[in-house]
């Protein structure tokens, strides 16, 4: 027990506890079992378990490289778990989004390096008893999906209770966390308390290159999928077509999309190496 204590706040426990006690009660349906069989049964197919190996071995080294410049140790590796479940498993899942908004991985930037992440992190430095924590959180988990419940209501535009229960309930928990801090201020600002600040942000920066060339590499194996299987047109044809896309587009995921839905349907609709080349051609004089 005192491991556990140790390794976890009181926060944490808690939504280990609820979160176990809510498989094993969706277990006893078989709606959710069906969902859960089909979910590992997409897991493990051998093309998304080898881009989910790749990704571990990606992130092992991005940890290597900030252990090497001395902004990583085993203190860390916890938030390093949770950062690997809930943050690049998040963003591998939705990496379809990379080839459709524009400004993506600015966005992504922007969005996690604001006010809003210190206070968060300042957040998750202090927690309630575990008692509280227990009894709070399915009671908060439930009013926060009732004010997103309303919110999604269109007809819905004055503010419901919920919403003002939720934030109550993040003003009590700022307002504890900084009294906290402020009455425990020489054990918060240390060099373990800023590395895990850090740790989040460092990690994301270093995966924006990962999440780059798997999109370019997604974009590419559906497109050629397409010369080569759902049309079926002829192998020689396909190989100049891959080779001519590939030289042209290379690792410019913008010119490859912009490609990918300006030219793909003429290429479908040639047969011969030079009709082919003036569709390259033309996109190269068009941009």
């Known amino acids: 027990m005192d491991i556990l204590t140790n390794t976890f706040n009181n926060r944490e426990l808690a939504n280990f506890l609820w979160g176990f006690v809510l498989i094993v009660i969706s277990l006893f349906f078989k709606q959710t079992r069906s969902l859960v069989a089909n979910f590992f049964k997409a897991f493990f197919s051998i093309k998304i378990l080898r881009i989910f190996l790749i ?46 908004e524009k400004q993506y991985f600015k966005n992504l930037l922007v969005s996690n390096l604001t006010v809003m992440v210190i206070i968060e992190f300042i957040l998750n430095l202090y927690t309630f008893p575990f008692i509280v924590e227990i009894i709070v ?4 988990t439930i009013i ?54 850090l740790l989040p942000i460092l990690l994301l920066i270093t995966f924006i290159p990962f999440l780059y060339f798997l999109a370019i590499y997604i974009v590419y194996e559906l ?18 077509e891959k080779k001519k896309i590939l030289v042209l587009c290379n690792i410019n995921l913008m010119r490859l999309n912009k490609f990918v839905k300006e030219s793909t349907t003429q290429l479908t609709r040639f047969d011969s190496t030079d009709e082919i080349q003036k569709i390259v051609n033309d996109f190269k004089k068009s941009n």
């Open 55 to 100: 990704m571990i071995i990606y992130i092992s080294l991005q940890v290597l490289l900030l252990y090497r410049v001395k902004l990583w140790d085993f203190g860390l590796l916890k938030d390093t778990i949770y950062w690997l479940i809930g943050g690049a498993f998040i963003l591998l899942v939705n990496v379809n989004n990379v080839t459709r």
């Open 137 to 140: 959180l399915p009671f908060i």
């Open 144 to 197: 926060y999906l009732i004010d997103i419940y309303y919110q999604k209501r269109e007809y819905t535009s004055k503010k419901n209770i919920a919403s003002y229960l939720v934030v109550l309930y993040g003003f009590i928990i700022f307002i504890f966390s900084i009294v906290s801090v402020i009455s425990d201020f020489d054990n918060v600002w240390t060099l373990n308390n800023l590395r895990a600040f």
């Open 223 to 240: 497109l050629f999928i397409r010369l080569d299987k759902i049309l079926k047109i002829d192998k020689a044809i396909s190989r100049y």
